[in-house]
C-alpha cells in the first residue's frame, strides 16, 4: 500500500449525505493528514461544498455518479438500478480496481453488502461476510461480530469469524493474542445449541497462535468487556446492538429527568457536571461508529444512516486504521496459520 491512504467515500449515502460526508471527511482529515479522499457522487453538489472546505483542500478527487441508492431500496433492486452507475457502486468499485484502500457508506445496509460481495467477492476461504462493531465497555471497547450481515450460522462461520474479529481486534488494540468469546446462554460448556458447542470445541482444541480463547460469554459480559473479541451470528448480534443503543438512550432520558426534577437535584448536577458529561461521550455513539465488513477481498466501512459529521469521521477513522494496518494482510496469515481442521 502506499504512504497515503485513500479512502473513497460514497457521497450520497445516508440521511443527509453530501451535508454529512463532506464536513465529516475534513474532521477526518484534520485528524489524518496522510488520507485523501475519492468522493463519489452528484458532482455539481459537491464541488461548492468540498471547495467551501479548506480542510479538504488538494485532498479530494470528485467522481460524479448519477445515481444514488435510497435508504429504503431492497438490496436487489438497488444492485440491478445501481450497478456500475450508483455512488455506492462507484466507491466499491475504486477498492476493487485499486484506487482505493478503503470505501466508507453511509447508505443502504443491505445494498452495501450485496453490492460489496459481487463487487469484491469473499476471500477463500470465508464463505460468509459478517459486521463487525467496536462495542464500548467498563473496560474500554471489544469487537463484536456478527451485527447483521449474516442470519443463522453453522461451527465454521463462528470460527471464521473467530479469525477476522481477533484480525480487527490486533489493529484497533495493539494485541498480540485477542481474547475471544462465543456469545451463548450460559457459560458451562453444555449449554448453547450444536453450532456454538462445535465451535467452542474447534477453538478449544485448535490452539491457535494469534488468539486466545476464552470460552462461552453471556449477554452481560458485552458491557463488562470480558474478552477483546465477542462472537456471535448476526440475528443475535444485531439484536443485542440495538438493545445496548436503546438502552443507553434510556439512561440518558433518566438521568435528564432525574437531574431537573428538584431545585436539590439541579443543584447537584451542578458539582457533578463534569462525571455527566465524561458519562455522556462515553456513551456517545458517534465515538464507536462504523462496522467494518469482514470476509471480503476489500476494505468497506458502513457508517450509520443518521450520523452526525463527528460519527462519520469517526468511520473514516476506522477505515483509516484498517487500511494503514493492513487488514486484509492480518487476517490471510491469521487464516494461514489456522490448522485445517479447523476450518472443515
Given at each position: 500500500m502506499?504512504?497515503?491512504?485513500?479512502?473513497?467515500?460514497?457521497?450520497?449515502?445516508?440521511?443527509?449525505?453530501?451535508?454529512t460526508v463532506v464536513p465529516g471527511a475534513a474532521i477526518a482529515r484534520e485528524r489524518h493528514p496522510d488520507t485523501t479522499f475519492l468522493m463519489v457522487g452528484d458532482e455539481a453538489v459537491l464541488a461548492p461544498l468540498v471547495a467551501a472546505e479548506p480542510r479538504l483542500r488538494d485532498g479530494v478527487e470528485i467522481r460524479h455518479a448519477p445515481l444514488a441508492v435510497r435508504m429504503d431500496d431492497k438490496p436487489s433492486q438497488a444492485v440491478r438500478a445501481g450497478r456500475g452507475k450508483s455512488s455506492m457502486w462507484k466507491a466499491i468499485q475504486a477498492v476493487r480496481d485499486g484506487e482505493a484502500d478503503a470505501a466508507v457508506s453511509a447508505g443502504n445496509t443491505g445494498a452495501l453488502m450485496a453490492m460489496s460481495k459481487i463487487c469484491l467477492k469473499m476471500m477463500a476461504p470465508i464463505e460468509r461476510p459478517a459486521i463487525a462493531c467496536l462495542w464500548p465497555t467498563v473496560?474500554?471497547?471489544?469487537?463484536?461480530?456478527?451485527?447483521?450481515?449474516?442470519?443463522?450460522?453453522?461451527?465454521?462461520?463462528?470460527?471464521?469469524?473467530?479469525?477476522?474479529?481477533?484480525?480487527?481486534a490486533r489493529i484497533v488494540f495493539d494485541l498480540d493474542r485477542p481474547t475471544v468469546g462465543l456469545l451463548n446462554v450460559g457459560t458451562e460448556e453444555m449449554k448453547g445449541n450444536e453450532a456454538v458447542k462445535e465451535a467452542a470445541r474447534l477453538l478449544r482444541e485448535s490452539d491457535l497462535p494469534n488468539l486466545s480463547y476464552h470460552g462461552f460469554v453471556e449477554g452481560t459480559d458485552l458491557g463488562l468487556g470480558t474478552t477483546d473479541v465477542v462472537v456471535t451470528e448476526g440475528f443475535t448480534g444485531n439484536i443485542a446492538?440495538?438493545?445496548?443503543?436503546?438502552?443507553?438512550?434510556?439512561?440518558?432520558?433518566?438521568?435528564k429527568g432525574a437531574m431537573g426534577r428538584t431545585l436539590m437535584a439541579k443543584i447537584g448536577y451542578l458539582f457533578a457536571r463534569g462525571a455527566f458529561d465524561a458519562l455522556k461521550a462515553k456513551m456517545d455513539p458517534s465515538r464507536a461508529n462504523g462496522g467494518v465488513f469482514l470476509g471480503l477481498e476489500g476494505i468497506v466501512?458502513?457508517?450509520?444512516?443518521?450520523?452526525?459529521?463527528?460519527?462519520?469521521?469517526?468511520?473514516?477513522?476506522?477505515?483509516?486504521?484498517?487500511?494503514?494496518?493492513?487488514?486484509?494482510?492480518?487476517?490471510?496469515?491469521?487464516?494461514?496459520?489456522?490448522?485445517?481442521?479447523?476450518?472443515a
Amino acid at each position: 500500500m502506499s504512504q497515503r491512504v485513500r479512502i473513497s467515500l460514497d457521497a450520497m449515502g445516508g440521511d443527509h449525505g453530501p451535508a454529512t460526508v463532506v464536513p465529516g471527511a475534513a474532521i477526518a482529515r484534520e485528524r489524518h493528514p496522510d488520507t485523501t479522499f475519492l468522493m463519489v457522487g452528484d458532482e455539481a453538489v459537491l464541488a461548492p461544498l468540498v471547495a467551501a472546505e479548506p480542510r479538504l483542500r488538494d485532498g479530494v478527487e470528485i467522481r460524479h455518479a448519477p445515481l444514488a441508492v435510497r435508504m429504503d431500496d431492497k438490496p436487489s433492486q438497488a444492485v440491478r438500478a445501481g450497478r456500475g452507475k450508483s455512488s455506492m457502486w462507484k466507491a466499491i468499485q475504486a477498492v476493487r480496481d485499486g484506487e482505493a484502500d478503503a470505501a466508507v457508506s453511509a447508505g443502504n445496509t443491505g445494498a452495501l453488502m450485496a453490492m460489496s460481495k459481487i463487487c469484491l467477492k469473499m476471500m477463500a476461504p470465508i464463505e460468509r461476510p459478517a459486521i463487525a462493531c467496536l462495542w464500548p465497555t467498563v473496560r474500554g471497547e471489544s469487537v463484536v461480530l456478527d451485527v447483521g450481515a449474516t442470519i443463522g450460522t453453522d461451527a465454521s462461520h463462528l470460527v471464521d469469524m473467530a479469525l477476522m474479529g481477533s484480525a480487527m481486534a490486533r489493529i484497533v488494540f495493539d494485541l498480540d493474542r485477542p481474547t475471544v468469546g462465543l456469545l451463548n446462554v450460559g457459560t458451562e460448556e453444555m449449554k448453547g445449541n450444536e453450532a456454538v458447542k462445535e465451535a467452542a470445541r474447534l477453538l478449544r482444541e485448535s490452539d491457535l497462535p494469534n488468539l486466545s480463547y476464552h470460552g462461552f460469554v453471556e449477554g452481560t459480559d458485552l458491557g463488562l468487556g470480558t474478552t477483546d473479541v465477542v462472537v456471535t451470528e448476526g440475528f443475535t448480534g444485531n439484536i443485542a446492538l440495538k438493545t445496548a443503543e436503546g438502552t443507553a438512550k434510556q439512561i440518558a432520558a433518566y438521568l435528564k429527568g432525574a437531574m431537573g426534577r428538584t431545585l436539590m437535584a439541579k443543584i447537584g448536577y451542578l458539582f457533578a457536571r463534569g462525571a455527566f458529561d465524561a458519562l455522556k461521550a462515553k456513551m456517545d455513539p458517534s465515538r464507536a461508529n462504523g462496522g467494518v465488513f469482514l470476509g471480503l477481498e476489500g476494505i468497506v466501512i458502513k457508517s450509520h444512516g443518521s450520523a452526525s459529521p463527528e460519527g462519520f469521521a469517526s468511520a473514516i477513522d476506522i477505515a483509516h486504521d484498517m487500511a494503514r494496518h493492513d487488514l486484509m494482510r492480518t487476517i490471510r496469515d491469521m487464516l494461514d496459520a489456522t490448522p485445517a481442521a479447523t476450518s472443515a
